[in-house]
């Protein structure tokens, strides 16, 4: 017999070559050549694979085998970096905090209050229409003398990103009252006037009258010029606002491009809650305000909802692969 396989491997023997199949160990010769080493084979279907390359991993059983997932706590630095790369997106271009550091605001406001602001009507040409309360820069050293508290590092880091309110002390909020074009006008203890209309105002502070009687700037007619906002204190005889910086180099007006914008909810503490909208009062027929889209959530809530759909299709990325 063994001369025979020897015969039938070497094709010599013609005899022998007609007492068996012709090519019958072709075909075990062919199922043995994936395994003969060069890393790649043929799957079921024909399509062909590199083994070296591990794009088809499968357990002891012949299954995919799963991805490790990885660890919460590892993925929790990377969150919270979005988070924050989120807050201070949201804080320059969307929406920011405030404290109020004052009375003059009150009873509308008071002292301790925060708000947030809409910053992104204004990338879209919004401006401060009349009855709106804004935040805006210092525009001349009205808050000269005033005491302004040195923040901590940390303060200053978290009111950087938008988790705290503002440490920036040089910002005021007051009430719009005049827009480009617009006459105002106190005379005696009011009420106070906005292109001869007369206006019904029961955010004033109880017990203050619309106008102040003094030789300050508490009487007065001003034009707003285009460009700039006339703006007041709802505690009318608290608050140094446009009538008493009128010796200033914008004639106590507020310089457009100077305001940061409009704020739009009371966020903090949580019994004072509320919104702040236009009094009914400016819809007077020549006095009606153009609605503006404002956002009322916190930076932070909007990054955490920037965060998890993010998180989630990180961790949907990493899941054990389904078995086919």
């Known amino acids: 017999m063994g001369d025979v396989a020897v015969g039938a491997r070497s094709g010599h023997d013609g005899e022998e070559d007609r007492g068996r199949p012709v090519g019958a160990a072709a075909p075990a010769a062919n199922d043995a050549a994936p395994a003969s080493g060069n890393g790649s084979g043929t799957t079921e279907d024909g399509a062909v694979k590199d083994e070296r390359s591990g794009t088809e991993d499968q357990g002891a059983d012949g299954t995919p085998a799963a991805k490790k997932q990885r660890s919460f706590w590892k993925e929790l630095p990377i969150l919270i970096g979005i988070a924050l790369v989120l807050a201070l997106l ?152 446009s009538r008493y910086n009128q010796s200033d180099k914008n004639r106590g007006m507020v310089p457009v491009k100077e305001v940061i914008g409009r704020a739009v909810v009371v966020a903090w503490p949580i019994n004072h809650w509320d919104t702040l909208p236009v009094p009914d009062t400016f819809d007077q027929d020549g006095l009606k305000n153009q609605p503006a889209a404002a956002l009322s959530v916190a930076p932070q809530g909007l990054a955490l909802a920037g965060v998890v759909p993010v998180a989630l299709w990180r961790r949907r990325r990493i899941a054990p692969a389904e078995t086919r």
């Open 90 to 241: 949201i804080k320059t271009f969307l929406v920011q905090a405030f404290s109020i550091p004052s009375a003059s605001m009150q009873n509308t406001l008071t002292e301790g209050d925060r708000v947030l602001v809409d910053k992104l009507t204004p990338w879209f040409g919004s401006e401060p229409d009349r009855g709106e309360v804004v935040v805006f820069h210092d525009p001349d050293q009205w808050l000269a003398g005033e005491p302004t508290p040195e923040p901590n590092a940390l303060q200053v880091f978290l009111s950087w990103i938008g988790l705290m309110p503002s440490a920036d002390e040089k910002d005021l909020i007051k009430r719009v009252i005049g827009v480009g074009g617009d006459t105002v006008e106190c005379k005696g203890t009011g009420p106070l006037k906005v292109n001869g209309k007369a206006l019904n105002e029961p955010y004033v502070y109880p017990g203050n009258t619309p106008c102040s009687v003094d030789d300050q700037g508490g009487q007065f007619k001003v034009k707003v010029p285009e460009g700039y906002v006339w703006v007041m204190g709802d505690h009318r005889q608290n608050s140094r606002d």
